[in-house]
C-alpha cells in the first residue's frame, strides 16, 4: 500500500521523469521534409497538456505537421528561445513576459517577435495554484508571510503575481519575502523538510502537495487577482508564422484538437497525464486540468476584456512597463 508521503515521493520523480518523456516526442509513422517541421518548447508542468494530449490522437500527424519538443525551466527562458527562433512555437508559457517583451519591442519601433494562439482560464473553483505549508506550520494565513521563506516556481511570474497580491491585500512590500525559485520536482519535498516555509505551486504540485498532507492556506492567488485571469498562454515566432504560415496553422489547429479532446473526454486527458507525462495515478485523477481557450475563442468580446484587465493589473502590479494592445498580441491567421 502506497502512503500519502510515499505517494509524493512518486510524484517528484514521476514529474523528472516527464522531462524525458515529453522531450523525446513522438514521432509521426512517416517522417516528413523539413518544411513541415515545428520546434516546439515546453514548460515541465501540466499547462503543457493541450500539447501531449494533441500528440496523443495524433493531431500533428494528422495535420502533416512533424513536431520535436524541447523543454525549458522558466518562461522567461522558453519565451527568450521562441522570440530568438531558436523554437518555432510553445505550448505554455506566461502572458506576463510575453506582454512585456511585445511592449519592449514596440517601444523601440519593432514588430513583435511572438504573438499569441490560446490563452488560458485561471478560476477559485477549477484552481491551478495555490499556498501550502507543512502541517505543523504556525503559518495559518497569508498576512503571515513577511518575514518568511517562500517556494515559487523559477521564473519572474510567480513571484511578480504573489508579490502583487500580498502587497494589496495585506500591505507586504516584495522585499519582505524571501524568495526561493525551486524547480516542481523538489518543491514539496524542501516544504516538508523546511527548508522553506510555505510554497505557491502550480497543477500538479499542487495536487501532490495536498495528497501528501501539507496544509493550504490559500486558493487560486491568480483567480483572486482577477477571476478568469488569462495567466498563460500559447505563442509562436511571428517570422515563423509569417514565413511557414500554412505549417503554423496546422500547428494551431492541432493544438486547438488537443485543448478540445481535454474538455470532451476528461478521461483520455488524466490518461495521458499518466502514461505521457509520468504523473502518478493518484494525481493524475485528482488534479485539476487547467482550462485552455482555442484560437478562435480568444478572439471573444469577453476573452479579450479578460486579457485587457489582466494586463492593467500587470501594469499596476510594475511587472509590465506600460500597457500592450490586445490586438498587438494575438497572431491574426490568414481565413
Not at 485552455?292 to 469577453?302: A, F, L, M
Request: glycine share 6%.
Amino acid at each position: 500500500m502506497v502512503t500519502r508521503i510515499d505517494a509524493v515521493h512518486l510524484t517528484c520523480i514521476c514529474v523528472a521523469v516527464f522531462t524525458l518523456l515529453i522531450g523525446c516526442g513522438k514521432q509521426p509513422a512517416t517522417k516528413l521534409d523539413n518544411d513541415r517541421k515545428v520546434i516546439i518548447g515546453y514548460l515541465p508542468i501540466s499547462a503543457h497538456l493541450p500539447g501531449a494530449v494533441a500528440e496523443e490522437i495524433q493531431a500533428f500527424e494528422d495535420l502533416r505537421v512533424d513536431v520535436e519538443f524541447r523543454v525549458y525551466s522558466t518562461s522567461n527562458a522558453l519565451l527568450s528561445a521562441v522570440s530568438s527562433g531558436e523554437v518555432d512555437a510553445a505550448t505554455t508559457v506566461a502572458v506576463s513576459p510575453v506582454a512585456g517583451r511585445i511592449y519592449a519591442e514596440l517601444e523601440q519601433g519593432l514588430d513583435p517577435s511572438i504573438q499569441i494562439v490560446s490563452f488560458s482560464r485561471t478560476t477559485q473553483k477549477q484552481p491551478f495554484d495555490s499556498v501550502f505549508v507543512a502541517p505543523d506550520s504556525a503559518i495559518h494565513d497569508l498576512e503571515q508571510l513577511a518575514g518568511k521563506r517562500v517556494a515559487v516556481f523559477p521564473g519572474t511570474t510567480a513571484q511578480s503575481i504573489l508579490s502583487y497580491y500580498l502587497k494589496e491585500t495585506h500591505g507586504i512590500h516584495e522585499d519582505a519575502v524571501h524568495y526561493h525559485m525551486l524547480p516542481p520536482t523538489v518543491q514539496v519535498a524542501r516544504l516538508r523538510d523546511g527548508d522553506v516555509d510555505a510554497l505557491f505551486t502550480y497543477e500538479t504540485v499542487r495536487t501532490a502537495a495536498e495528497f501528501g498532507g501539507m496544509r493550504q492556506i490559500h486558493g487560486s492567488v491568480i483567480a483572486s487577482v482577477l477571476e478568469g485571469a488569462p495567466y498563460g498562454c500559447s505563442v509562436v515566432n511571428s517570422s515563423f508564422a509569417r514565413q511557414k504560415e500554412q505549417v503554423a496553422q496546422a500547428f494551431v489547429e492541432a493544438l486547438d484538437r488537443g485543448i478540445l479532446a481535454i474538455r470532451q473526454d476528461e478521461a483520455l486527458a488524466r490518461q495521458v497525464l499518466q502514461n505521457r507525462l509520468g504523473e502518478s495515478s493518484e494525481i493524475a485523477s485528482l488534479c485539476n486540468l487547467e482550462f485552455r481557450h482555442t484560437s478562435e475563442e480568444i478572439r471573444g468580446e469577453q476573452q479579450l476584456r479578460v486579457l485587457r484587465e489582466f494586463l492593467a493589473i500587470l501594469v499596476d502590479a510594475g511587472d509590465l512597463k506600460g500597457m500592450v494592445t490586445v490586438e498587438s498580441m494575438l497572431w491574426k491567421m490568414s481565413n
